[in-house]
């Protein structure tokens, strides 16, 4: 919700969220992304976007749209519960920290931002920390 708001999301919306153990996202990112490892969460965007974080041509597209519901389809995340536990213990912060974190990080990729570039990256991690202080989650 906080991510919605704070990217002026202008549609009610569906996101999958599973969560899984090491095994099970190992399985997935060795699937999807030819990664032969665990990580601790994946996203799987279902719409595209001409820029990051602009929403104006998704109502263009009746496909970006759960027929039953009216809802936008956003897409799916993925998360690793032992990630969590563990990332939050090595970076001293809760677990309830880790999963808005994880959530929140790909939240944003399913607005259509990334990290491949040292500017998107920058653009990312703002977002990132302005959104997790206005839910007041702190390390």
Known sequence: EAALDYEAFP??????????????I???N???????????????????YEMAGDFSKLEDD?????????????GDIII????VTEQAENYG???E???????????????????MTP??????EEKQRSILEKMQILR
Request: hydrophobic share 40%.
């Open 26 to 28: 190992w399985e997935i």
């Open 30 to 48: 060795r699937e999807y992304r030819n990664i032969d490892n665990p990580t601790d969460v994946l996203s799987f965007p279902m719409l595209s």
């Open 119 to 124: 500017e998107d990256a920058t653009v990312m």
């Open 93 to 95: 912060h809760s677990i």
């Open 62 to 74: 009746d496909t970006n749209f759960n027929p039953d519901t009216g809802e936008i389809m956003l």
């Open 80 to 83: 690793s519960i032992d990630k």
């Open 97 to 115: 920290r880790e999963f808005a974190f994880l959530i929140l990080h790909s939240m944003l990729h399913l607005f259509g931002y990334d990290h």
């Open 11 to 24: 549609f009610e919306c569906e996101v999958n969220l599973t969560l899984t153990d090491n095994d099970g």
